[in-house]
Structures are given as structure tokens and as C-alpha cells.
């Protein structure tokens, strides 16, 4: 497979992820502000850190109001954060290597792609916000499903599928963070945060069938990094990741060490984490636990970028 090839389907991956990512916890923390624990511009300041670039925000802004915040956070198509941003990423590397995949991929992300693109502010508010993360989540569900149900499961699916689960993998770790860094004596309101983190990742159902103790902090962080059978855990995504990377090289003709490095480290990273204990996540080793992690998405970003990709591209969100 091309180096281009590998770095175009990498970041398809990662980039309609972290659009669907976006969406889920906007689409939940939107309603927080019904809440009545914190005060309206602290709920959106949250927001904002959670996904983007508050400094450069406030380079443009003087307070965070809804509107600036879910134009920033969406539509503002010259924020590379953004979910229209990301979207356009993910369209355009996918437009390079069209060849490369089902043609129904492109149709929906193209379709998918214009109408983002037209949409305006004032009607997101106007029409509810949640129909329109409901909008953006059915659209990415779909570009997703049918990759799923139609693509060959050669190198290059692979490949896609590796920058997916990496990407979630960051995610779940910037979400807990912006739980986590809430101060001891804001944490009284902490609970409201820590149930649109779950929800956020579709885990509310998941956390209560297996039968967990209260929604605390402790115990939402203990499942998302730790459970093993939950599709959007820490632990699976890098355990996926690793299994996606094994069979790229498992299809490939030349088999390098970068690569044998590449898939020890994600298998050091999985095994790390089978071995961390419900015990080892606390309130207070919480910060420790969640930086390592971030540390290791890093690590793996760039041994991905250092084996397949052209210099000078970005690695991390």
C-alpha cells in the first residue's frame, strides 16, 4: 500500500470519528445548562475545552454565549476542530483515494458533506440542536455502517479502521480529563458532567447492565478505560487498534521494523492496561492515569505517522 494511500485512509478514519465524537458530547452537554448547577457561560466554556481551542476562541470572542460557542464548536469552517472542519478533512482525503473504496462511501460523505456545509447557525437553535447532532450522528452512523457492511477487509480497510480507534481511543481520554479537572469544590455539580461524559459515548445502558456500582467519577472512569466488552472502552479501542494494525502487516509484502515496533508498542499499551486494577483509578490518581494514556495515544500517533506518512502532516488532534 502507498504511503499516500495509508495516510488518506488513516486519517478518514480519525477525522469522522472525532466529527461523531463532537456531536455525541455537544449533543449532551447542550442540555446541561438546564441543569441549573453551574452558571451559563461556565456550562460552555466547559464545552469549548472539552473539544477545542479556547485561546483561540477567546482571540475572537469576549464571552462564551451559546451561539459563538456552537458556531465555533461546528460550523466555523475556519476552526480545524470544528465538525464541519473535520468532515471536510475526512471528504477530501477520502476524495484523493476514491478508487480505494466503495463508491456508496463517497455519495455519502460528498451529500453528507453539502448539506453540513449550508447549514446555518441560527437554524441549528432555531430547530433544536438536538435534531441536528441527531442529523450529524445518523449521517456519520451511515458513512460507517456502510463501510462496514461493504468494504474488503484488505489492507486498506485496515488501515481505516486503525485511525478510527485510535481516534477514539483520544477521545474517551480528553472527555474524562474535562471531568476530572472540575475543582474539589465545584465537584458538587460533577455528577451532572459525569453522566453526559456516559451518555456521550452511548455508555448510560452498557454501565447499568453490567451492573456497576453508583455514577461516580471513579466508577464511570474504571469502565471506560477498563471494560473489555464496551466498543467505546479505552482498553478496546486499543486492543482493536493493535489487531488492525497486526493485520495490515499480516497483508503486507515487505515487512519492515518500524512496523514490529509499531504493533510492540500498541501490544505494550494493551497489556498495560490489562494489568491496571478497578483500584488504580481514583479520584486522586485519576489526572496520572488519564495523562499516561494521552501520553501513549501520542506515542502511537507518531509511530503511525513515522511508518506510513509524508513529513510534516499532523499526527494528533
Given amino acids: 500500500m502507498l504511503d499516500r494511500i495509508a495516510e488518506s485512509l488513516f486519517w478518514i478514519g480519525r477525522y469522522t470519528e472525532r466529527a461523531e465524537n463532537h456531536a455525541r458530547l455537544l449533543d ?10 453551574e452558571e451559563t457561560e461556565a456550562i460552555w466554556k466547559r464545552i469549548a475545552e472539552a473539544i477545542g481551542d479556547c485561546s483561540l476562541y477567546e482571540e475572537r470572542y469576549e464571552a462564551y454565549r451559546e451561539r459563538e460557542v456552537l458556531f465555533f464548536l461546528t460550523l466555523d469552517a475556519s476552526q480545524a476542530n470544528s465538525i464541519v472542519s473535520c468532515v471536510a478533512q475526512a471528504r477530501d482525503n477520502l476524495k484523493k483515494i476514491r478508487e480505494q473504496l466503495p463508491s456508496e462511501l463517497w455519495n455519502l460523505l460528498n451529500g453528507f458533506y453539502l448539506w453540513l456545509k449550508e447549514v446555518q447557525p441560527e437554524e441549528v437553535v432555531r430547530q433544536s440542536p438536538h435534531r441536528f447532532f441527531q442529523r450529524v450522528k445518523e449521517g456519520l452512523a451511515a458513512f460507517q455502517g456502510t463501510a462496514m457492511s461493504l468494504a474488503i477487509r484488505d489492507a486498506s480497510w485496515h488501515m481505516l479502521e486503525s485511525g478510527r480507534y485510535l481516534e477514539r481511543s483520544e477521545n474517551v481520554v480528553r472527555l474524562l480529563q474535562s471531568v476530572g479537572n472540575i475543582a474539589p469544590d465545584q465537584r458538587k455539580g460533577s455528577y451532572s458532567y459525569t453522566m453526559a461524559v456516559l451518555k456521550s459515548v452511548g455508555g448510560y445502558e452498557a454501565f447499568r447492565r453490567l451492573d456497576l456500582e453508583d455514577i461516580t467519577l471513579e466508577e464511570v472512569a474504571r469502565f471506560l478505560v477498563l471494560q473489555e466488552t464496551f466498543p467505546r472502552s479505552i482498553h478496546f479501542s486499543l486492543a482493536t487498534f493493535d489487531q ?14 518500524t512496523l514490529e515496533r509499531m504493533i510492540r508498542l500498541a501490544g505494550k499499551a494493551r497489556s498495560e492496561l490489562g494489568w491496571l486494577d478497578r483500584n488504580d483509578i481514583t ?8 495523562q499516561q494514556l494521552l501520553n501513549t495515544n501520542k506515542q502511537l500517533g507518531e509511530a503511525v505517522a513515522k511508518y506510513f506518512f509524508s513529513p510534516g502532516r499532523e499526527v494528533i488532534a
Avoid: C, M, P, W
Fill in 28 to 37: 449532551v452537554y447542550y442540555h446541561l445548562r438546564e441543569e441549573g448547577g
Fill in 244 to 257: 488492525h494494525l497486526k493485520a495490515v502487516r499480516d497483508q503486507s509484502d515487505n515487512i519492515s521494523s
Fill in 283 to 290: 479520584v486522586d490518581t485519576l489526572t496520572t492515569v488519564l
